[in-house]
């Protein structure tokens, strides 16, 4: 495939200028750091080298079933977080955030699964950042190629790690690795083939009312998409919280990696349907489609989006919906930070954010803490600091 694609440096993210955090930011962040230095240091030391998903009864679970292996980068994505923003030892968090992203190195070439992003731009991004090193971005670039390897050229997507007939939602969160790896290559088939799978799952995954079906099922020898489905939500043309936080933070991404406006387009009518869902108690529950939901919140998708909707307010151009998205966002994580959700450091509850939940069908981690409700949580309330630091 020859293509002639050029990508962007990727876009910077510009809030409008007189757009302030407001007053009550400060103590959130104070309260949230003292609580995720408390729990990710008692994790490390209580079971150093491992990598839980969700807690039981506030326990994080080790080497519990995990469904897939998706979620080795969160932990050091957290060191690496803390290793700046901690009130106190971030030597030793710098220390362990290397450490961590050291035993994962050998899942960059993990053909397996379709979410080696989640692994590697919260860990070796960082790393990369931090030190400069060129070995650190080629982990990154070898990462990208084979998120791209899993390309099938019947369809035009990147398939979950489920079947071949299936792709994810999640998908997006993970496919501009693809992208990153073209733009520090030059390789425009590896662009092509990552702009293909966004344009298939953007045409059969998105909805017109701008909801997100969490799984779509193809034809594997013509390709023809057949229907939409889900793992994780609760009906089949359901709307599952998280996926639909994956979509509009995904396809946010992709814009900032391509410039192209298709992608922030189905970003704006992805998150408009999130928070159109989340006025009131700004936490959705695991899907909108279950009657009189069991659990009432799935924090995690919270979380995540209110880092999507942050990004996307750097991205959107027009300043009255930046700051809609950006006020989302930011109200989102100071509920997350209240005492209903935010753990206390000295409590015996082991994860940081409660009220998550991984995988309701098979009753994994369902609401409990989940590790990337912590991870995004603690990533969007740090990019939202350095925006009051640098402007940007
Ligand atoms: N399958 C990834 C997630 O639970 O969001």
Redesign the pocket.
Known sequence: MSSPLVLPTVLPLVLPNDYRLPESFDSVATRVWATATAKVNKLISQHPDHFPLYTEGGRWVIDGEAW?N?CEGFLGGELWLLSRRAPAGRDSFHTAAEHYSELIEHRKTDDTVHDLGFLFWSTYRRWFEASGDPAKRDVLIEAGRTTASRHRTVGGYMPSFRQPDSL?I?IMMNIHMALYAAQQTGDTDLAAVAIEHCLTTRRYLIRGDGSASHEGMFDLETGAFLRQTTQ?GFSDDGSWA?GQA?ALYGFGTVYRFTGDRRFLATAIATADFYIDNTRGELIPPNDWEEPSPVHSYESSAAAAAAGGLWQLAGLVGDPLRARVYADHAVRTVERLASPHFLARPEEDWEGIVKHGT??EGKGLGVDESVM?GDYWFLDTIDQMQQFQETGS
Do not use: G, M, S
């Open positions: 897939t998706w994810f999640d994780q998280r994956w991984y995988h990337w």
